[in-house]
Every structure is written in structure tokens, then in C-alpha cells.
């Protein structure tokens, strides 16, 4: 038995405050809400976001998945939504990580690296100087429909150990997770955290059932 913290739990892809509070019951510390996206599942409209965000206890924090890639758009969505972490699923081409930090001190900047080959690596390496965490993912940016989450494909975790082992920034890791894979994939990367959106659903609702069983299988995962 090691005595390593269980990796926190992201809910991805809420779409209501019912959602979110099933999420928080079974013991997410973290809850997704989707802006809008080029493709893929959960996006709501800002205005659901904040009043979702609105209800969320102290102590569990609220990502907002923005595709916007220029800084005054994402600060406008923060201080619209008023969430407190920054999920970013592309890269930035207007303006820096550090322009968001000093305009929006106290919130949380995520950066997602989509997991695609070794080149993944020296991309988290090189970002993580700037943020406060990184999400490995398992989209596709480069496609021309941007697949930029929420695929329920899982990628290589070899190169997400990696990347693990090579920042010092937590990391969560997300793609294709689900109740029966989630035990091995905390194994194998160690990371900080898991971010599920898919794989706890049916018919693209929240599954308590599987909720359940996916965060058993964290609790009882042998790192």
C-alpha cells in the first residue's frame, strides 16, 4: 500500500445545475462547463454556465472550456461566466498565459496538450512554465473541424507518463476514460487528476451508476 493521494476528479461536459450536483455528491472536485466549441459533445450557452457556476460550493473548482485562442475574449468569458479555472483547449495565437494571469489574478489558467506524438512532450515541457496545470487530451486541432475534447478516444499514456514525469505542474489526464479502463490508466501515468466527460454518460446524460463505479475505481486504484 503506498500512500500517494488519490488523483482528484474532474466531471466534464455539465449541462445543469442537477448535473453538477450529482458530480459533487459522488466526490468530483472539479466540474467542466463546455463554451462554444468547433465540434464534439456538452456545449451550453455563458449564460448556463454562470448560473451553474453560481451554485458550485467553495472548494470545488469550475473550468470553463474556451476555444477562443485571443486574451480578451477569454477574459471577457471569465468575467461573464465567473468561474475560477481556465480550461484552455487550444493554443493561444493573441496574447500570452502570463497577460491572462496578471489580468485575472486568483484564476486558475489550465492548458490542454492534445496527446498526438513525442512532440506532446516538449510542448507541455515548454508551457508549463506558464500555467498552473496541464490536461492531456486526445484531440486533434490540426483538423479542419478542430476536434478539441471530448473524443472518448484515449491516447498513448506512455508518452502522458512522460510528460508526468517531466513537468512540474499537476496534470490531469483525460481521453477515453470510463469505469473499466480508469484503475489502469491511474496506474500507468500517476497523474494528479482524471477528467471524465463520455464514459460516466448515457444517451449523453450524467449516469449515476457509472459515475459511481468510475470514482470506485479511482478510490480503489493501486499506484
Known amino acids: 500500500m503506498t500512500n500517494v493521494p488519490i488523483p482528484r476528479v474532474k466531471i466534464c461536459c455539465i449541462s445543469s445545475i442537477e448535473e453538477a450536483k450529482l458530480a459533487i455528491k459522488h466526490g468530483a472536485s472539479a466540474v467542466g462547463l463546455v463554451s462554444e466549441m468547433p465540434s464534439g459533445p456538452g456545449p451550453i450557452p455563458e449564460e448556463l454556465i454562470e448560473e451553474i457556476a453560481a451554485t458550485i460550493p467553495p472548494g470545488v473548482s469550475t473550468f470553463l472550456l474556451t476555444s477562443k485562442q485571443d486574451v480578451d475574449s477569454i477574459i471577457e468569458q471569465q468575467r461573464k461566466t465567473k468561474i475560477n479555472t481556465i480550461q484552455l483547449v487550444d493554443r493561444l495565437l493573441y496574447g500570452t498565459h502570463t497577460d491572462l494571469r496578471t489580468a485575472l489574478p486568483g484564476i486558475s489558467i489550465v492548458q490542454v496538450i492534445h496527446v498526438r506524438g513525442e512532440e506532446s512532450v516538449i510542448e ?6 506558464y500555467v498552473n496545470a496541464i490536461l492531456l487530451d486526445s484531440g486533434n486541432p490540426s483538423l479542419k ?7 472518448g478516444r484515449a491516447h498513448d499514456w506512455e508518452i502522458s507518463k512522460r510528460i508526468v514525469e517531466s513537468v512540474n505542474v499537476p496534470v490531469f489526464l483525460a481521453g477515453g476514460l470510463k469505469p473499466e ?13 482524471v477528467d471524465v466527460c463520455s464514459g460516466v454518460r448515457t444517451n449523453g446524460n450524467l449516469d449515476e451508476i457509472k459515475l459511481k463505479t468510475f470514482f470506485e475505481n479511482v478510490v480503489n486504484s493501486e499506484r
Not at 473541424?145 to 473524443?151: C, D, M, V
Not at 479502463?181 to 487528476?193: E, H, L, R, S, W
Open 145 to 151: 473541424i478542430k476536434e478539441l475534447g471530448g473524443t
Open 124 to 129: 507541455a515541457v515548454d508551457v508549463s512554465k
Open 181 to 193: 479502463n480508469v484503475n489502469d490508466a491511474i496506474k500507468k501515468v500517476k497523474p494528479f487528476g
